[in-house]
């Protein structure tokens, strides 16, 4: 469920990945493992895309369908 919040969310606002990378601390091709749900990640990437969204971490992992 976080791959298509992610996806949703930085299409939605139309980011690039790269930006999303920047943000999160990793490298693209980590980043783009997110949004396919090849990795996950660590809760320092929840914190920064839930802070950089303003939305909460359950919204991005899917446990509540309110964003804030």
Known sequence: MFGERFRQLR????????????????????????ETEAHEPGIKGFIALADFYGVTIDYLVGRTDNPV
Do not use: F, N, S, W
Not at 14 to 30: E, F, S
């Open 11 to 34: 299409k939605e606002r139309k980011i690039p990945q790269q930006q999303l990378a920047d943000v999160m601390g990793v490298k693209l091709r980590a980043y783009q493992g997110y």
